[in-house]
Antibody, heavy 120, light 111 residues
Framework: QVQLQESGPGLVKPSQTLSLTCTVS??????????WSWIRQPSGKGLEWIGS???????YYNPSLKSRVIMSVDTSRNQFSLKLSSVTAADTAVYFC????????????WGQGTLVTVSS | QSALTQPASVSGSPGQSITISCTGT?????????VSWYQQHPGKAPKLIIY???NRPSGVPDRFSASKSGNTASLTVSGLQAEDEATYYC???????????FGGGTKLTVL
């Protein structure tokens, strides 16, 4: 059973960098079968894809966030990470890490999500 | 503003059927058979319930069905049950090159 678990600070100050890590169990990031993604959801709102990374380090980012996003992967720890710089209150959201199967365009499974609040 | 358009809400009584639409363009739903649907209960992570327009992952009840016509995809829930009350999101591959073009979500209320 594949499981993903987000971790990182729940509170980030404005203008600083949000950093999250996703630990994958039950599947190997290095298998090369999937992309590994971050999706966020502001309270009461819809889903916004942030970006996806392949085990080799290749990345795809949402154009609206691209200038502030860096994703990385650590295959030795079976983890991937998100850094979002220059955050504002608009970046306050639940952040999900998700496995993405590009060939058929589906996201599954999802981590439980972690709330990140941007506030001074 | 979401790239895919869904109604904000739909409702139905137990046992009835409802359909949720998801309208895109000729750059996404219109040209790709890679539409997926997700169910999200309050406070929970979304769950994949439909992929490749109409395929159900194992474990998803056959009360959930889906289809596509032109630029619009549709999700039908038959024999509504209280547990179906949730928000449903559609997603489509897009020629824009980005992954995960989502709809704005539709809240299903079981009356």
């Amino acid at each position: 059973q594949v499981q993903l678990q987000e971790s990182g600070p729940g509170l980030v100050k404005p203008s600083q960098t949000l950093s999250l890590t996703c630990t994958v169990s039950g599947d190997s990031i290095s298998s090369g079968n999937y992309f590994w993604s971050w999706i966020r959801q502001p309270s009461g709102k819809g889903l916004e894809w942030i970006g996806s990374i392949y085990y080799s380090g290749g990345t795809y980012y949402n154009p609206s966030l691209k200038s502030r996003v860096i994703m990385s992967v650590d295959t030795s720890r079976n983890q991937f990470s998100l850094k979002l710089s220059s955050v504002t209150a608009a970046d306050t959201a639940v952040y999900f890490c998700v496995r993405y199967y590009q060939l058929l365009n589906w996201f599954d499974p999802w981590g439980q999500g972690t709330l990140v609040t941007v506030s001074s | 503003q979401s790239a895919l358009t869904q109604p904000a809400s739909v409702s139905g009584s137990p046992g009835q059927s409802i359909t949720i639409s998801c309208t895109g363009t000729s750059s996404d739903i219109g040209i790709y058979n890679y539409v997926s649907w997700y169910q999200q209960h309050p406070g929970k992570a979304p769950k994949l319930i439909i992929y490749e327009v109409s395929n159900r992952p194992s474990g998803v009840p056959d009360r959930f069905s889906a289809s596509k016509s032109g630029n619009t995809a549709s999700l039908t829930v038959s024999g509504l049950q209280a547990e179906d009350e949730a928000t449903y999101y559609c997603n489509s591959y897009s020629s824009s090159g980005t992954f995960g073009v989502f709809g704005g979500g539709t809240k299903l209320t079981v009356l």
